[in-house]
T-cell receptor
Framework: GAVVSQHPSWVICKSGTSVKIECRSLDFQATTMFWYRQFPKQSLMLMATSNEGSKATYEQGVEKDKFLINHASLTLSTLTVTSAHPEDSSFYIC?????????????FGPGTRLTVT | DAKTTQPNSMESNEEEPVHLPCNHSTISGTDYIHWYRQLPSQGPEYVIHGLTSNVNNRMASLAIAEDRKSSTLILHRATLRDAAVYYCILRDVGGSRLTFGEGTQLTVNP
């Protein structure tokens, strides 16, 4: 159990375009989901916390108008990278927090590799 | 968030036990100790967590020092598939954030 999926697993887009990444909790409802970014040879950096039905909370230094997060249901959160630039190329990973009965643990998706050309 | 300190890298031989240390001297009484691992080009995978007592599951064991200022993740018989970056993270009982440090890169030699 506790599976989190992401789609797409990789995407290549041109500079200036927008890209949407989906994160789904497949077998549990997640009131809270998280988005991380990971550059090569570096650790995961939390970008934002997404709560179902409310606005996301962004970490310091993360542009909320550039990284749009929508958590419209208890099993789906989306991250849209708007007007992408090469420096946005990274590995984007989401996680979903399990409900109390499952210990509030975070389960991670497999990640989405974004390359902006 | 309380900070953890881990060695940058460790090596082990296949089928031997591995002890991955983590120091967390500023841990608070309500902090749980979590371990995740990340295989190359994958999202992190939950390994184990504990509060005060030692914990065992099918993947690993977690040994927590009596003063809780350090802990050790134990892989009883390392396999090549255990080669990954292992992260030791503290999470407050009421919180949900996970702050990832640099972790320990474990290399398993055949």
């Amino acid at each position: 159990g506790a599976v989190v999926s992401q789609h797409p697993s990789w995407v290549i887009c041109k500079s200036g375009t927008s890209v949407k990444i989906e994160c789904r909790s497949l077998d549990f409802q997640a009131t809270t989901m998280f988005w991380y970014r990971q550059f090569p040879k570096q650790s995961l950096m939390l970008m934002a916390t997404s709560n179902e039905g409310s606005k996301a909370t962004y970490e310091q230094g993360v542009e909320k108008d550039k990284f749009l997060i929508n958590h419209a249901s208890l099993t789906l959160s989306t991250l849209t990278v708007t007007s992408a630039h090469p420096e946005d190329s990274s590995f984007y990973i989401c996680s979903a927090r399990s409900p109390r009965g499952m210990g509030y643990e975070q389960y991670f998706g497999p990640g989405t590799r974004l390359t902006v050309t | 968030d309380a900070k953890t300190t881990q060695p940058n890298s460790m090596e082990s031989n296949e089928e031997e036990p591995v002890h991955l240390p983590c120091n967390h001297s500023t841990i608070s009484g309500t902090d749980y100790i979590h371990w995740y691992r990340q295989l190359p080009s994958q999202g992190p995978e939950y390994v184990i967590h504990g509060l005060t007592s030692n914990v065992n599951n099918r993947m690993a064991s977690l040994a927590i020092a009596e003063d809780r200022k350090s802990s050790t993740l134990i892989l009883h018989r390392a396999t090549l598939r255990d080669a990954a970056v292992y992260y030791c993270i503290l999470r407050d009982v009421g919180g949900s954030r996970l702050t990832f440090g640099e972790g320990t890169q474990l290399t398993v030699n055949p």
